[in-house]
């Protein structure tokens, strides 16, 4: 069974930096794909950045020259540097693996930009 968990969520100003992990258990080895999802208040869960186990990535057009999506097969971790926030990028942002046709959650972790 996978199980992600998320830290590095907070609160930062517009224009400010965060860094988002989420660790993959028992291990990243064999996750097809993995990345961040966020649902903005009052909105659907979108897709923000993806890798694969081949490290091609994908992001969210509005987010690709301020974020990226990294991966760490020793620590297990994928994380996400998010640069140049902006009040637009509060959400709840959500660990994301898929494998073998299965989706995995992690619980979520608070990310808010306002002055």
């Known amino acids: 069974q996978v199980q992600l968990v998320e830290s590095g969520g907070g609160l930062v100003q517009p224009g400010g930096s965060l860094r988002l992990s989420c660790t993959i258990s028992?291990?990243?080895?064999?996750?097809?794909?993995m990345g961040w999802y966020r649902q903005p208040p009052g909105k659907q869960r979108d897709m923000v950045a993806l890798?694969?186990?081949?490290?091609?990535?994908n992001y969210e057009d509005s987010v690709e020259d301020r974020f990226t999506i990294s991966r760490d097969n020793v620590k297990n971790t994928v994380d996400l540097q998010m640069n140049s926030l902006k009040p637009e990028d509060t959400a709840v942002y959500y660990c994301?693996?898929?494998?073998?046709?299965?989706?995995?959650w992690g619980q979520g972790t608070q990310v808010t930009v306002s002055s």
């Open positions: 994301y693996a898929y494998q073998g046709g299965r989706v995995y």
């Open positions: 028992p291990s990243i080895l064999g996750i097809n794909f």
């Open positions: 890798i694969s186990n081949l490290g091609s990535t």
